[in-house]
């Protein structure tokens, strides 16, 4: 079974507006962390936002948002105000176990956006 | 602080030959991880060095293999290179603080490797 499913292989946004990418997981680990990260067509993979399985609190980072519900195994990520530079393939990732697992991220197979003017 | 950094940027090699892929992490940073991504199979993770260590591993043949020096810099040799190498390798480094809740990794530019 996928462990990360990123079910939106593409979508448009207008410029300005909010969008919201689908991330579910599938994991037995109490212990566990998400992030997502942008792939702009350079092929660097960015940083977003991270949440943790233990916290109470969506994430945020300026205009990036974490909808995580965790009965629901669901990390949706939430881009605020869209912008040209928005315009990339975005990954859902997750990092399961505790320290001792080590640093293995698991991808789902991402979304690419497309803001348009 | 200066990011990842991975050398070559590009790289054509054929069929049967090796090839040694260098990343230097960000100062400070004592954990390196090592992921593929083509088209077909995505981003996949090769493996993880930690203080010379390789502490996770991927589900990849033995042609895939790797090293971490003293300073963290990490290197990954592929031996007899197949079309289906043909990928972007990307680096990521993290500070590895043992609580792994909050280790983020950091990834480089990557390497885009072609097999002819």
């Known amino acids: 079974a996928q462990k990360i499913t990123q079910t939106q292989p593409g979508m448009f946004v207008q410029e300005k507006e909010a969008v919201t990418l689908d991330c579910t997981y599938d994991?037995?680990?109490?212990?566990?962390?998400l992030f997502w990260y942008k792939q702009p067509s350079s092929g660097e993979m960015i940083f977003l936002i991270y949440q943790g399985s233990y916290d109470e609190q969506n994430a945020t980072e300026g205009r990036y948002s974490l909808n995580f519900q965790k009965a629901r195994k669901s990390a949706n990520l939430v881009i605020s105000a869209s912008q040209l530079g928005d315009s990339a393939m975005y990954f859902c990732a997750m990092r399961e176990g505790g320290g001792a697992a080590g640093n293995k991220l698991t991808f789902g197979g991402g979304t690419r956006v497309l803001v348009k003017p | 602080k200066a990011g990842v950094t991975q050398t070559p940027r590009y790289l054509i090699k054929t069929r049967g030959q090796q090839v040694t892929l260098s990343c230097s992490p960000i100062?400070?940073?004592?954990?390196v991880s090592w992921y593929q991504q083509t088209p077909g199979q995505g981003l996949q993770f090769l493996f993880e060095?930690?203080?010379?260590?390789?502490?996770n591993k991927g589900n990849f043949p033995g042609r895939f293999s790797g090293r971490q020096f003293s300073n963290s810099r990490s290197e990954m040799n592929v031996s007899t290179l197949e079309l289906g190498d043909s990928a972007l390798y990307l680096c990521?480094?993290?500070?590895?603080?043992?609580?792994?809740?909050?280790?983020?990794?950091?990834f480089g530019p990557g390497t885009r490797l072609t097999v002819l």
């Open positions: 060095y930690f203080s010379e260590t390789q502490r």
């Open positions: 100062s400070g940073h004592r954990s």
């Open positions: 990521a480094s993290s500070p590895y603080t043992g609580t792994s809740e909050t280790d983020t990794q950091y």
């Open positions: 994991t037995s680990d109490q212990s566990y962390g």
